[in-house]
């Protein structure tokens, strides 16, 4: 089985350094931004395309750029690519969502995939006007995706529930093929939602350990009190280099651009989030600067100054595929990754380890045909490439 690898619009904005926001914290780099214009994130997304890359993830919030319109606009400057849409249940019907995914799907060709993101954050869901606590998000989220996914399916829905309710609701034009739901959450009231209807149930980069019991919970979930299989993915920040030392100055050198004001300011901004996921990201590091290699090539520093997914895997690229190795032996199969700035650490990673797993026979690219006998093999079917994003090493 090939291994799939998802990479990062960063529709917040991008930099040689660590550009923070989510769960409730301000956007804050050090500078010397890249604005998320079309066209740069349109680079991002054709580079990642060419490297194999199978889709991108767009983030949700206050902080960051609308992840609808923004992909709808990359899309047209890419072939192949997918896009993994976060959105939020609370902020627009299920039918609404359905009837845009479905057009989504059917105007790209089928390049659409969503991230359904319940929300951690009361405060925040408040200012879209969203005034549940974080149970009764969990359990509107569940009868959102009981409603999406029987119109995908072609059903004509209606339903009178706690949270969402619907009369006589159904689709023109179903999508094609129905978009994959990624799902991600560590509370017990997560864990039902995932069982239930995702098709890949994400966590954050924690400790293979850690992420070895969430899969076996949701596994246990999804089998035995759902009947259904789900499979399971992470998101991870990744530093990978040609040498071990080159990775881990690169580390330094962002952890140096860290000012001690902004990471406690951040840092008693995400001590209030209700997210349990992100109360374990805290947990990593502590809000300390020392000790932040937690496991071999895992390390915790991005989380200083970042809401969300907070770890990095750092090192050579042998030792980066090792690790990816490592969590592919617990059941993960699909990586959601990002690196600072985008577009060159995507061609870090892109030409640096994929390569190495493909030799493992972990991978292959999914846009080429490729004959292992040919010394032409892993060149690119032909396509007009939107910009000259050339490796930036």
């Known amino acids: 089985m090939s291994l799939t690898f998802h990479w990062f619009l960063p529709t917040n904005g991008d930099s040689r350094h660590v550009v923070g926001g989510g769960h409730g914290t301000p956007a804050t780099s050090s500078g010397r931004d890249r604005p998320p214009s079309i066209g740069y994130l349109s680079q991002i997304a054709a580079a990642a395309e060419d490297l194999g890359f199978t889709g991108a993830l767009t983030p949700t919030g206050a902080w960051c750029e ?231 090539n895992l390390w915790a520093g991005i989380g200083l100054v970042r809401g969300g997914a907070g770890t990095a895997l750092v090192g050579s690229h042998d030792e980066v595929a090792d690790r990816i190795a490592e969590y592919h032996g617990l059941g993960i199969e699909e990586f959601v990754l990002s690196g600072y700035p985008h577009l060159e650490e995507a061609y870090w990673f892109g030409e640096g380890v994929l390569p190495r797993l493909r030799a493992r026979g972990l991978w292959r690219h999914p846009f080429r045909a490729e004959d292992p006998g040919s010394a032409d093999a892993g060149q690119t079917v032909a396509r007009t490439p939107v910009a000259a994003a050339g490796s930036a090493r």
């Open 66 to 296: 609308d992840a609808w319109l923004t992909t709808a606009m990359v899309s047209q400057r890419t072939e192949r690519l997918k896009f993994l849409v976060a959105f939020r249940p609370g902020s627009v019907s299920p039918t609404l969502a359905a009837q845009m995914a479905a057009t989504f799907q059917n105007r790209t060709g089928g390049r659409l995939l969503v991230n359904v993101v319940t929300g951690g954050e009361s405060h925040e869901q408040r200012a879209y006007g969203d005034f549940l606590d974080k149970d009764a998000r969990y359990a509107r989220t569940d009868e959102f995706l009981g409603v999406v996914r029987r119109l995908w399916d072609g059903e004509r829905v209606s339903l009178d529930g706690a949270h969402v309710r619907v009369e006589d609701a159904l689709l023109a034009r179903v999508p094609e093929p129905r978009p994959g739901i990624y799902f991600g959450g560590s509370s017990r009231a997560a864990g039902a939602v995932a069982a239930r209807h995702s098709d890949v149930y994400l966590t954050w980069g924690e400790p293979p350990a850690a992420v070895a019991e969430k899969i076996a919970w949701i596994r246990t979930l999804a089998g035995k009190k759902e009947g259904r299989h789900v499979r399971f993915g992470i998101r991870l920040h990744v530093i990978t280099r040609d040498t071990a030392e080159e990775a881990w100055a690169e580390a330094r050198r962002l952890l140096d651009g860290f000012d001690p004001e902004t990471v406690r300011a951040v840092q008693s901004g995400l001590a209030r989030s209700e997210s349990e996921g992100q109360r374990r990201m805290l947990a990593l590091h502590g809000g300390e600067r020392d000790g932040l290699e937690i496991h071999p």
